[in-house]
């Protein structure tokens, strides 16, 4: 199947309509995609690589901190307990139902 066919079918899927001009440009975001892909596979050893950014390092830090410790209620398999946003959802509910 063609990327011109390839596209139709996925607009057909998402329930969107595209026109003419439209289908060329997802056509070349898909060849792009392919190509991104295809370079991606010419990469030996992949899985040595290291990421170059991990955007958990800094909450690991926060959390391994003992004088940020007490700023958190509770610590929980290395994650942080934090209060519900519903809870204050439910009490102005509460209120506007009692007013």
Known sequence: MD???TVK??????????????????????EKMLLL???IK???????LKPLF?????LQFLIL???KKETFPKIIDGYIEAP???????KKKEKQKNA
């Not at 010419?42 to 040595?48: A, H, L, P, S, T």
């Not at 991990?54 to 800094?58: A, I, L, Q």
């Open 3 to 5: 990327l011109k066919e």
């Open 9 to 30: 079918k996925v607009s057909k899927l998402v329930k969107i309509k595209l026109n003419e001009k439209e289908e060329k440009e997802m056509v070349k975001h898909f």
């Open 37 to 39: 892909i295809e370079k």
């Open 42 to 48: 010419e990469i030996k050893e992949i899985e040595k």
């Open 54 to 58: 991990n955007p958990n390092e800094d």
């Open 65 to 67: 901190r003992k004088d």
């Open 84 to 90: 519900s946003p519903l809870k204050g959802i439910m």
